[in-house]
């Protein structure tokens, strides 16, 4: 019955009264208060009252209520007993919510990470699979019914005109029902999930199929499916295909799922893409068949594209030595756009090294008077059979350097020109159709091997973020660990806190700093084993708060204090610090109720400022030493009270 009631602010009831004054309320005799309403508890013989508030940061978050079944106020001691229990309430509730946070971040953190690990290993497939699009459609399927909890995944190609199945999670499971569906098409339309993706260009779920007017794919239905999830496939706002997951219930599919879903479709267009890609340059390769020069050549430079995939400059230098040979090119140059200008990245004239540094030195706008300066211009080749007779172009050194004919391929992505591969004859003879062919392959390969170089930085950086934020969440389990196993003593606490924060951050140097009054003392660093001695003086100076220190700013202050550089500030005054070589310094304060209490203090005896990242993983520190501190404080205070009662 008591479970079934509610209590809210207000004066009818104890717990009423404190949670509407947020204070401890007494009353004597139940009977004889004029406010109390509750008639039955009087005659049930419940006479003196006592509440509690359990308060955190002054709000009441619930009440100890004790009654007695006789008149008989409670003692000044054992009110001040019931507080320090109700703060213990509150001290064991916050330990608990900070756990379920701290649980429920590992818990996105290892969905993440298996999240990572799949789109991994999709880009695996992709690498392997360059030219059968199958193998990397088969896995998308199955890791994303599988990581999404449907109970099967569809991906379907455009064909023309229609939408055709290629690809299945249960080809082997349901083989009848994937028979079925590969003899059918789909065409743009309400009727299908398929058909209303291609149709409208977006994600599109049905909640239930049986509840929709439109659903009209019978053979779906009879498998018992009814949720259903279509994801497009798209390159430049057209659908290529769809990934279709279902479950057999009803269960939608959350914004994270469908997130995931959409990275895979991005995968599948990247692997789309590049089948494509590379099935233009078999191709243009075949027609080069009858040239086992130029066939030779368009493999070498594949296979340095396979060997470097992180780095795109061997690529480079392949391409423009190869074209140039192959097209009898006197001289070349390979430009990348940085900004809004083209830079020289690679040239055959390696043995003019005063000329390349040179070249190296000059970037290229947009513009008529040069080949690079026009592809740019107009994102297409650009062919000049006699620059002398070009009323354009206005580079003298150029022509005073001898070349005639000129030939300007564009690298290209999505229309955009990332580059070009310039070609010059020291002669008046045009580059043949041909011959301006193997440079546009060429050009393809260079901008492949772009994008991946790209892409593998991108999930590299993607890996390192995760890393970091694994050893991030493992220094703070570590450190509530700590906290965990010394209640009792701070100690312990801070010591780990300063060699965490320290060796996180990359920091030289890291201490603690705690308020005596007016003044902070060190009272943990992450030096002291290394150097004793040192850390025996620091423990014998105390700081107060003022501007001539980072730590006494930060206490001064309240708040973080980050000092990029100590020689550029005019208000640091501390010459030992400076003479000890530390150059960027981090102060973060302890706080509790507002009020200072310590000071976590990192250098560098570098100028590298520290990241927001650091600085909000120290705050983290600050506030698991200020729970360590805080229990410590109330575990003596428990303890002083204890002996004042055994006594």
Known sequence: MRRQQTVVPGRDTIPGRVALEGRVVHVEDRAADPDYAFPETVAAGIRTGLGVPLLRDSEPIGIIVLSRKRVEPFTERQIELVRTFADQAVIAMENARLLGELQARTRDL??????????????????????????????????????????????????????????????????????????????????????????????????????????????TVRAGRRTNLGVPLLREGAVLGTINLTRKRVEPFTERQIELVRTFADQAVIAIENARLLGELQARTRDLEKSLEYQTATSDVLKVISRSAADVQPVLDTVMETAARLCDADSGSLRIREGNAYRAVSTTQTTEPEFWVALRQRTMVPGRDTVAGRVALEGRVVHIADIRADPDYAQPETVASGRRTMLGVPLLRDGAVLGMISLARDRVQPYTERQIELVRTFADQAVIAMENARLLGELQARTRDLEESLEYQTATSDVLNVISRSTADVQPVLDTVAETAARLCAADSGSILIREGEVYGYAASST????????????????????????????????VVHVADILANPDYALPETVASGRRTLLGVPLLRDGEVIGVIGLSRMRVEPFTERQIELVRTFADQAVIAMENARLLDELQARTRDLEE
């Open 110 to 219: 290892e969905e993440s990470l298996e999240y990572q690990t799949a789109t991994s290993d999709v880009l695996n497939v992709i690498s392997r699979s360059t030219a059968d699009i199958q193998p990397v459609l088969d896995t998308v399927a199955e890791t994303a019914a599988r990581l999404c909890g449907a109970d099967t995944g569809l991906i379907v190609i455009r064909e023309g005109e229609v939408y055709r199945p290629v690809s299945s999670s249960y080809s082997a499971t349901e083989p009848e029902y994937w028979a079925a569906l590969r003899q059918r098409t789909f065409v743009p339309g309400r009727d299908s999930i398929t058909g209303r993706v291609a149709l409208e260009g977006r994600v599109v779920q049905i909640a239930d199929m049986l509840a929709d007017p439109d659903f009209a794919v019978p053979e």
């Open 528 to 559: 002291s084993a290394a150097n004793p001695e040192h850390w025996a003086i620091r423990r014998q100076r105390p700081l107060v708060a003022s501007r001539d220190s980072v730590v006494g700013r930060t206490a001064l202050e309240a708040r």
